[in-house]
T-cell receptor, first 112, second 115 residues
Framework: GDSVTQMEGPVTLSEEAFLTINCTYTATGYPSLFWYVQYPGEGLQLLLKATKADDKGSNKGFEATYRKETTSFHLEKGSVQVSDSAVYFCALRPGGGNKLTFGTGTQLKVEL | DTAVSQTPKYLVTQMGNDKSIKCEQNLGHDTMYWYKQDSKKFLKIMFSYNNKELIINETVPNRFSPKSPDKAHLNLHINSLELGDSAVYFC??????????????FGDGTRLSIL
């Protein structure tokens, strides 16, 4: 079945550091890929998405590129802020299906 | 505001009780979902309804029964609550159709604690 693997956290960075959160997936066909963010005490918010190979999703300075050859969708940001502290979830939705499969989430802590 | 809204936000109750969580979306979406997030933040889908019809039913105890009176509402009723039911439950919705890459929009969650 479909699965998503994320790097384990917590990830602790200093403000303005470069961020990478790795995400790889296993799926048949051509899934759509998503990153969701969950701030403390809140629900999940869509951060960015990519629907086909080589697509780059971007939002709020975050980027991720859909790499079919490596089945990856790594999240990056050039300069993190304290306000980026949250849990980040990578997810996939199979082509022709409704079900979202989530990774285990990666907690990011950004310190001054 | 356009959103997915869940009530209550917090629910503390005794083991063995029956409780319901309500969810409403005013986004005009035709598909709604319930997810369970455990203490380690792991998210797992429980149910999905499309136009009031059940389309996803993961391995969930029969004590959990979703009910969709119309496509804007998906309520979750839980019978005989157990300690292991303590979690955060998220409702979500999306627009289905030919473009099946539409993202899901989530509510803020209901934090269920069983004493």
């Amino acid at each position: 079945g479909d699965s998503v693997t994320q790097m384990e956290g917590p990830v602790t960075l200093s403000e303005e550091a470069f961020l990478t959160i790795n995400c790889t997936y296993t799926a048949t066909g051509y899934p759509s890929l998503f990153w969701y963010v969950q701030y403390p005490g809140e629900g999940l918010q869509l951060l960015l998405k990519a629907t086909k190979a080589d697509d780059k999703g971007s939002n709020k300075g975050f980027e991720a590129t859909y790499r079919k050859e490596t089945t990856s969708f790594h999240l990056e940001k050039g300069s993190v802020q304290v306000s980026d502290s949250a849990v980040y979830f990578c997810a996939l939705r199979p082509g022709g299906g409704n079900k979202l499969t989530f990774g285990t989430g990666t907690q990011l802590k950004v310190e001054l | 505001d356009t959103a997915v809204s869940q009530t209550p936000k917090y629910l503390v109750t005794q083991m063995g009780n029956d409780k319901s969580i309500k969810c409403e979306q005013n986004l005009g979406h035709d598909t709604m979902y319930w997810y369970k997030q455990d203490s380690k933040k792991f998210l797992k889908i429980m149910f999905s309804y499309n136009n009031k019809e059940l389309i996803i039913n993961e391995t969930v105890p029969n004590r959990f029964s979703p009910k969709s009176p119309d496509k804007a509402h998906l309520n979750l009723h839980i019978n005989s609550l157990e300690l292991g039911d303590s979690a955060v439950y998220f409702c979500a919705s999306s627009q289905d159709g030919e473009g099946r890459n539409q993202p899901q929009h989530f509510g803020d969650g209901t934090r269920l604690s069983i004493l």
